[in-house]
């Protein structure tokens, strides 16, 4: 049985998300929002997890490093926003989703790249997300999920509902061709 890990520090939809569509059920939520008031789905987060740690980032690595053994262990971020160190990267089967089509345009990289898209739109003909495999050097990973779309938003708000849609279907194609084991 594969131990599943989800990582967030926004509000953790996306987990509740893919764990409702794909009938999903984390070993263990992690994530750096101690303050549950502004988790969105704080009535959901119940019925999908046993367990919620909620702490600090170095706290978490830590939990990992010394608490947890890597064997069929599968660690996901979901907006995580923090950097994960060299050993951790290293020692665990880590991957992270990525609003933006990196392997389009590489400047994407690093964080808020929704910003940058919505502020130079036209520059940015597609839109997509990907995820990719978390190694050292940030968003450097194998790509091994994406989804891309025509970039037809006529608001930051609705850039933000695109880039969900396309972070959801990489997701999926990450869950469906990459694990063979159900976690």
Known sequence: ???WFPLFSQTGSEVVDLCEI????P?????????????????NIRSIA????????????????????PEN????????????PPEMCEKFNIYNGHPAPIKDY???KGKDP????????????????????????VDEGEIVGHHSISNVATSEDDLFRQLKFTSLMAWNRFFKERLSEKV
């Open 1 to 3: 049985m594969l131990n």
């Open 22 to 25: 794909h009938h999903l059920k």
């Open 27 to 43: 070993t263990m939520i992690f994530t750096t929002n101690v303050d549950e008031s502004k988790y969105k789905w704080n009535d």
């Open 50 to 69: 046993s367990s919620i740690y909620a702490a600090s980032h170095n706290e978490i690595v830590d939990y990992f490093m010394t608490r947890v053994d």
């Open 73 to 84: 262990t599968l660690i996901t971020l979901h907006g995580y926003l923090r950097i994960i």
């Open 106 to 108: 590489p400047e994407l």
């Open 114 to 137: 929704q910003i940058r898209i919505w502020q130079n739109k036209e520059k940015y003909p597609i839109i997509g997300s990907v995820v990719h495999k978390v190694i050292a050097g």
